[in-house]
Nanobody, 121 residues
């Protein structure tokens, strides 16, 4: 059984920084591309960031580019999301997900339960 567990969420003020962590168990994390998604109140879940198996390639949603950094540690089997310059628009439940790449597409087959990030004005 593959399990993803997020941690690090909380309540912060605009301009603050926060780092989320995702622990992968059941299979070495190197089997997957790792991604972060978020669901804001009243909105659909949206893509935030992805990192490749080796950590060489990353991509980000335009809304977070330059502010968020995704990283992974394949020894500790963790994936992190460092979030800087947070704004109330970043308020959401953040989900860690593990993806299998096939034909240039990423199939996110495992998901964490999510961790709440609330940014006050």
């Amino acid at each position: 059984q593959v399990q993803l567990v997020e941690s690090g969420g909380g309540l912060v003020q605009a301009g603050d920084s926060l780092t989320l962590s995702c622990a992968v168990s059941g299979r070495p994390s190197t089997y997957y591309n790792m991604g972060w998604f978020r669901r804001a109140p009243g909105k659909e879940r949206e893509f935030v960031a992805r990192i490749s198996l080796s950590g060489v390639t990353t991509d980000y949603a335009d809304s977070v580019k330059g502010r968020f950094t995704i990283s992974r540690d394949n020894v500790k089997n963790t994936a992190n999301l460092q979030m800087n310059s947070l704004t109330p628009e970043d308020t959401a439940v953040y989900y860690c997900a593990a993806a299998i790449e096939s034909g240039g597409q990423f199939d996110y087959v495992h998901w964490g339960q999510g961790t709440q990030v609330t940014v006050s004005s």
